[in-house]
């Protein structure tokens, strides 16, 4: 059991870094043994769940890895049916949708739908982010009560930009609203220029999984929001029937 913990925590350090790492700095994140931690890294490059850049030493997350996410895309009966709706709500209003997962106290982005505008949102599948800095995650926090909320949400929140509501008192207060509106949103919270719209999917207890629409500033006068949170209300509302149909 050890072996296993270990070779799942080195894969999380590899995968959550942004750039590959040394020996050395493994061994000081995860204070393994350096022989073992050696030995260990050895084992995952020759299955190719790690790979190692000679030149410099460093490690990072290798192919493997991807094609077993990839499998679990591929796999996931909500983001099989969420898709062919995000589509249709990105045509609807020309605008890059997104399907996140609750990951504790983060979202990970899922599936993504890209706007055929020049000025575009592009995201990447399994990044992610603390809920409490984005549509996505105030959508889902804003599902549970506050005390989970609390629980689920680190004790110091970080700010991603200036705007990120990081006060825990008046983040409750926001989530109190969406709870009532039925949709959250944010506006520069996560990115500058940008605010978002998400709807959370209701198919199961407790909600885990929401869609949203990011839309640059510059485009996001009154009617444009309009008709982006009564698509994704609209959306939400299929995804949510079909999976209910299927027994998810």
Same mark, same amino acid.
């Given at each position: 059991?050890?072996?296993?913990?270990? %070779?799942? +925590?080195?894969?999380?350090a590899?995968?959550?870094?942004?750039?590959?790492? %040394?020996l050395?700095?493994?061994?000081?994140?995860?204070?393994?043994?350096?022989?073992?931690?050696?030995?260990?890294?050895? !084992?995952?490059?020759?299955?190719?769940?790690?790979?190692?850049?000679p030149?410099?030493? !460093?490690?990072? @997350?290798?192919?493997?890895?991807?094609?077993?996410?990839?499998?679990?895309?591929?796999?996931?009966?909500?983001?099989?049916?969420?898709?062919?709706?995000?589509?249709?709500?990105r045509?609807?209003?020309?605008?890059?949708?997104?399907?996140?997962?609750l990951?504790?106290?983060?979202v990970?982005y899922?599936?993504?739908?890209?706007?055929?505008h020049?000025? =575009?949102?592009v995201?990447?599948?399994g990044?992610?982010?603390?809920?409490?800095?984005?549509?996505? *995650?105030?959508?889902?926090?804003?599902? =549970?009560?506050?005390a989970?909320?609390?629980?689920l949400?680190?004790?110091?929140?970080?700010?991603? %930009?200036?705007?990120?509501?990081?006060?825990?008192?008046?983040?409750?207060?926001?989530?109190a609203?969406?709870?009532?509106?039925?949709?959250?949103? +944010? =506006?520069?919270?996560?990115t500058? *220029?940008?605010?978002?719209?998400?709807v959370?999917?209701?198919?199961?207890?407790?909600?885990?999984?929401? @869609?949203?629409?990011?839309?640059?500033?510059?485009?996001?006068?009154?009617?444009? +929001?309009?008709?982006?949170?009564?698509?994704?209300?609209?959306?939400?509302k %299929? @995804?949510?029937?079909?999976l209910?149909?299927? *027994?998810?």
């Amino acid at each position: 059991m050890k072996s296993a913990d270990r %070779t799942v +925590e080195l894969l999380e350090a590899l995968a959550s870094s942004e750039r590959r790492l %040394t020996l050395t700095e493994l061994h000081h994140e995860l204070s393994y043994p350096k022989s073992s931690l050696y030995m260990l890294l050895q !084992t995952l490059v020759a299955r190719g769940w790690v790979e190692v850049e000679p030149a410099s030493g !460093t490690y990072g @997350i290798g192919v493997r890895a991807l094609l077993v996410g990839t499998s679990y895309l591929d796999h996931d009966p909500v983001v099989q049916v969420a898709i062919r709706v995000m589509e249709h709500v990105r045509r609807e209003v020309n605008e890059t949708v997104h399907l996140a997962r609750l990951d504790g106290g983060d979202v990970v982005y899922l599936a993504s739908r890209e706007s055929e505008h020049h000025l =575009r949102v592009v995201s990447r599948v399994g990044r992610r982010l603390p809920a409490h800095s984005t549509s996505l *995650g105030k959508a889902l926090l804003a599902e =549970r009560p506050a005390a989970e909320v609390d629980s689920l949400l680190p004790e110091k929140m970080t700010p991603l %930009t200036p705007n990120t509501v990081i006060d825990r008192a008046a983040l409750h207060e926001q989530l109190a609203r969406f709870r009532a509106a039925g949709y959250a949103h +944010e =506006r520069e919270e996560n990115t500058p *220029g940008l605010g978002c719209f998400a709807v959370a999917l209701p198919y199961r207890d407790p909600v885990i999984d929401a @869609i949203s629409c990011s839309v640059p500033l510059g485009r996001l006068d009154t009617g444009h +929001e309009n008709q982006v949170v009564t698509a994704l209300l609209e959306g939400a509302k %299929t @995804i949510t029937e079909l999976l209910r149909q299927f *027994g998810r």
